[in-house]
């Protein structure tokens, strides 16, 4: 998805007739929705693979219920297939020079989506319930609010979205937080994608609970100055200047009601331009229906000129006059509007400038009840023209968005840009802001587009300026198109927005390279800009581990998890024949508590439903970090206590042996397992403690140790918390 300038063409649309009459809005029957379950997802720790772990309270301050995060995120996978999947980085891999030669048989058609590299979840379609299930858990336990559909290129993507709102609102019913759901709609013909989203999801009311409100509204990103039913005159082929004392004019014929008429104004590149527009009955002489000056006018815009109320069909006037700076109006000298004509001071002259009628129905009246709108702002360098507009993408430092009342609303914060020279480029051309550019330039270190150096540039930004909305670019966009042009630079082989590693913008793992660290860092820069709760301090019990568990009623805190998350996958992939399978989810781990005496810690775990038997070493295991450090042990883990075995009561406590790479069996502990619990208790000594440890991390896994790597917490099995995550229990401050 990528900005690129409107085609020039002329576009004539006739809408039907259709009165104004008082619009009624759809009812919808108030729905609470599910009550969540608290998840305290800001308490958990994680260290990423760089061994930068993310920040907790009191290092980000308290929780700030006014501060909102939105993720960009990608329907697209899957629905424009043309073969492949052409991973770029792979083909880049087997051929440095391909860039070079766009008759390679390794690159797919042209215009064909390619992958700049592969998802975590392998090259997935949108549609996909299992990797739709683990992203709105992975973007709730980072802390994201709504993630905002990228349908800029006339697809809504209806299948996609569908398929989404179904599995979040499944997780929902459960009890599950999921993010919200908003859209951001085409830069600059918005009208035919809103409302075919107002009549396929918000006119029925379905997943109403799913819909992200600003301004007591449902959001859409649009500008609604687009939508109204027109009629429009866009051929252009002289810019026409307007001269201080001078005027220039179009009639017309309305044929239907009236609700804004609009010109094309050209500056000729310059700064400060302005004009007034004003509308006058019949002719030139005519009254002043409505009246508007334009400041700071952009190139080439359509200025529109509103009436306070509609107006009847009829002869009208259009006139621009007391210009400042440099400003015209594109015009055409034939005479290609058949129902009026051009004029300048006063008198009729050949052709006809640029016109759009705006006209309305019930149906578009109705929209802008319904929606909160904002403008979106394609341009990456411009910043805010208007109040009420919104970034999806900037370069650094970004700008800040104000409302109608002049307040600062809204940034944006991006992990790469398609900027090359200060213009609109390629992510593939020599340049382009790729993941590791900052202060200026890129870091050339070769571990560089793993640190997220663009990104922490502009997470410093957008935390210094702390607007109440953030708009994170992006999460899973993942493919590209191969062109051979963009934006007047010619290349064999172009690729705008994804290319490489280095140079794409996702959030979302990848297999190889990066892996998860950039969401790790997505955690961590949100927990500092929503703050965070304290780590709860451990209230311990009396354990005894003798199966009937009412005796962990009174210790606190509970350690939550997701519910309905286990892995169960069986899903087409993008390459013809591949079928993604993963069936290890079983037991669904969803609580956990921990408590200790002097001489032992207990801990006890409760699942969603009744445990499966205890068949094999990777049944039910409880990992330990007994000195809170992730520089030590197997993935931070200095112990794992597995292999229970239901007839003796016990369970194997191994050691990690850092030296040798292996675990080793150092003791036993005591066990009892119910229908959905279990409890266990450890001595001290076995974990080569004298008495408790002041803070403690651990995490429950079940049927996850396949690859024997930190993907086994996200891929597979159940894992509590969820990937990298760890509880951390604390016994003092």
Known sequence: MSPASPPHRTR????????????????FAADPGPVFRDLFTDTWVATDALGRSVVTHPGTGHPRTNRTVGMFYFL???????GGPYDVSRILAQDPAAMDKADSPLWGPLHAPHHWGESL????????????????????DAGVDVVIFDVTNQFTYRNEYLALLREWSALRQLGNRTPQVAFLTPFWDPARVVRTLWRDLYSTGQYQDLWFEWDSKPLILADPSLLDPREENARQSQPVELRPGHSLGQSFTSTLPLVGVAGRFPTWNTTHSALTLQLRRSSHTGEIVASQRFTNVQDNDWLQLRPTQPLPPDSYFLEAIDPDGKIGWWSDPSDSFPRGTAFADGQSVAGDRTLRLLTSDDESVAIRKFFTFRKPQPDYFQGPTQPDMWSWLEVHPQHVFTNRLGQPEQMSVGVAQNAVDGRLGSLSEPGALGRSFHAGQR????????LGLNFAEQ????????????????????????????????RPVLFVDQFDQEHSRDIEPMRGGHGDDYFHQLIDQIRRYKGTRPLPTLVPGTIQIDGHFKDWAPVQPEFRDTIGDPVQRLHPGW????TYTNSSGRNDIISAKVSWSPTHAAFHVRTHSPLTPASNPDWMVLLLDTDANAATG?????????????????????????????????GEAEVRIGSVELELAVPWKTLGLDQPPATLDFKWTDNTHQAGDWTDFTLNGDAAPNDRFNYRARTRR
């Open 76 to 82: 697209w996978l899957g629905a424009h297939i043309r």
């Open 443 to 450: 870091d050339r270190r070769p571990n560089a587009s793993r």
């Open 121 to 140: 979840f392998g090259y997935y379609r949108s549609d996909d319930p299992s990797v739709l299930r683990k992203h709105a858990q992975m973007l709730s």
């Open 575 to 578: 390459g013809a024949g591949v």
């Open 12 to 27: 004539l649309f006739l809408p039907a007739f259709l009165a104004l009459f008082l619009i009624r809005l759809p009812a």
């Open 634 to 666: 197997w993935l931070g883990y200095d112990h794992r206590i597995h292999r229970a075995d239901p007839m003796r009561h016990r369970a194997v406590v191994e050691r990690w042996r850092p030296g040798s790479g292996s675990w080793e069996i150092v």
């Open 459 to 490: 997470w410093k930004r957008a935390l210094a300026v702390d607007p109440p909305f953030l708009f994170v670019t992006g999460w899973n966009e993942w493919i590209a198109g191969r062109h051979a042009e963009f934006n007047g630079v010619r």
